[in-house]
């Protein structure tokens, strides 16, 4: 089983340009999720999605958007990057959204410059 | 206002050692108390979960110590190894309705001297 899988790995993006962040996951999980993390903030949630077809905001929402697809997979939109968005991104995947485990991806590294 | 607090943010434990790392939380809801490991490179992972109604709960040489009244947990990992040394996340969620998931400390680095 793959479990959660994020493409890309790594990205250097310029100021202003947009991307697309990926995520799949193969469990059958109805919740999904999109964390950063960055030295000293721990994991802080952007958004999220209980269902196909559902989404809310986290914590950190602004200068994102997503699009949950179907039921395995949930992306995540940078429209107009800025260097403040520099980060590791982190896609999760729950069975449902409280006291199961959350499975994550291997991360995405990104760098706006 | 951050909801689960941990401490330290970063710990050297000697090889063989005893490794605490403390959380505190506010939302008198949380319910569920889980503890993420994370090496480098990798995304975290499930390392051991407790509920409130147990006060201790050991898997191997993980222990989860939980305290209500002070609204406290912690985890201990006696005979600390070097491939122990990874980031550690605590969190905790609630059994209300929504899937808003885990609220997670800001992690401790944990590095284990040989």
């Known amino acids: 089983n793959a479990g959660v899988t994020q493409t890309p790995k790594f990205q250097v993006l310029k100021t202003g340009q947009s991307m697309t962040l990926q995520c799949a996951q193969d469990m059958n999980h109805n919740s999904m999720y999109w964390y950063r993390q960055d030295p000293g903030m721990g994991l802080r949630l952007i958004y999220y999605?209980?269902?196909?077809?559902?989404?809310d905001k986290g914590e950190v929402p602004n200068g994102y958007n997503v699009s949950r697809l179907n039921k395995r997979e949930f992306s995540l939109r940078l429209e107009s990057a800025a260097p403040s968005q520099t980060s590791v991104y982190f896609c999760?995947?729950?069975?449902?959204?409280?006291?199961?485990?959350?499975?994550f991806g291997q991360g995405t590294r990104l760098t706006v410059v | 206002q951050q909801q689960v607090k941990q401490s330290p943010q970063s710990l050297i434990v000697q090889k063989g050692g005893i490794s605490i790392i403390n959380c505190a939380y506010e939302n008198t809801a949380f319910d569920y108390f889980p503890w993420y490991q994370q090496f480098p490179g990798k995304g975290p992972a499930l390392l051991i979960a407790?509920?409130?109604?147990?006060s201790e709960k050991k898997e191997g040489r993980f222990t989860i110590s939980f305290n209500k009244s002070a609204k406290q947990f912690s985890l201990h990992i006696m005979d600390s190894q070097p491939g122990d040394s990874a980031t550690y996340f605590c969190?905790?969620?609630?059994?209300?309705?929504?899937?808003?998931?885990?609220?997670f400390g800001k992690g401790t680095h944990l590095i284990i001297q040989p």
């Open positions: 407790i509920r409130p109604d147990v």
């Open positions: 999605s209980a269902s196909e077809g559902t989404t």
């Open positions: 999760a995947s729950m069975l449902e959204g409280k006291r199961t485990e959350a499975f």
């Open positions: 969190a905790a969620t609630d059994s209300g309705g929504g899937a808003d998931g885990l609220t």
